[in-house]
């Protein structure tokens, strides 16, 4: 498969962060998060099957994600209006909060079955291996699902998973969303 290309690709695209010279304040970002709570949980542990779980994601990949629901380059009916009204600052701290909780994850499967596409990005356990890949440890395989279809119709659009979701088939969908929504995650709340 093409996956050398794509991790080459990929480790590029990871270069800097975005808003380098914004830092993020986790006790501002813990006073904002209120608003996140009713879907990704306060501890960023997702509460409804739709929306991810949050809690120690990358932070470069918070900033980006936020700011591309706000710029309206993401859209999304609930996502697209919390993130409207959110200044640079106040991504960074919410990047900032939600980034500096613990994430692990256990396998519940031998690790020889992890989806080969995807463990270069999302390691075999989800936990992320590059700053622009999110966690998939314990999403729920519909969210997965729904991601990598959107990633393949173009509906949903990134330099690296574009290309790799474009080749999948509903049935490898299927198959990657199962198995890291199969991996139990922890999140740690860190004060």
Not at 110 to 125: I, K, L, W, Y
Not at 167 to 191: F, G, P, Q
């Amino acid at each position: 498969m093409r996956l050398a290309g794509l991790l080459v690709l990929g480790v590029g695209l990871h270069a800097g962060p975005i808003f380098a010279d914004i830092i993020g304040d986790r006790d501002a970002g813990r006073q904002i998060s209120g608003q996140c709570r009713t879907c990704h949980g306060s501890d960023g542990f997702a509460t409804i099957p739709i929306a991810p779980h949050i809690g120690g994601e990358p932070e470069a990949y918070l900033r980006a994600q936020l700011t591309a629901f706000r710029d309206g380059t993401r859209e999304h009916e609930m996502m697209t209006i919390v993130a409207a009204n959110l200044s640079d600052q106040q991504i960074a701290d919410l990047a900032a909060w939600y980034a500096g909780h613990s994430a692990t994850a256990e396998l519940t499967a031998d690790p020889a079955g992890a989806p080969e596409a995807c463990v270069a990005c999302h390691g075999t356990d989800g936990i992320h291996l590059v700053d622009d890949a999110p966690n998939l440890a314990g999403e729920t395989n519909i969210y997965i699902d729904t991601q990598l279809k959107a990633f393949r119709s173009g509906q949903r659009t990134h330099e690296v998973m574009s290309e790799v979701a474009a080749e999948l088939t509903n049935e490898e969908i299927r198959a990657y969303a199962d198995w890291y929504a199969a991996v139990k995650l922890y999140i740690e709340t860190v004060e």
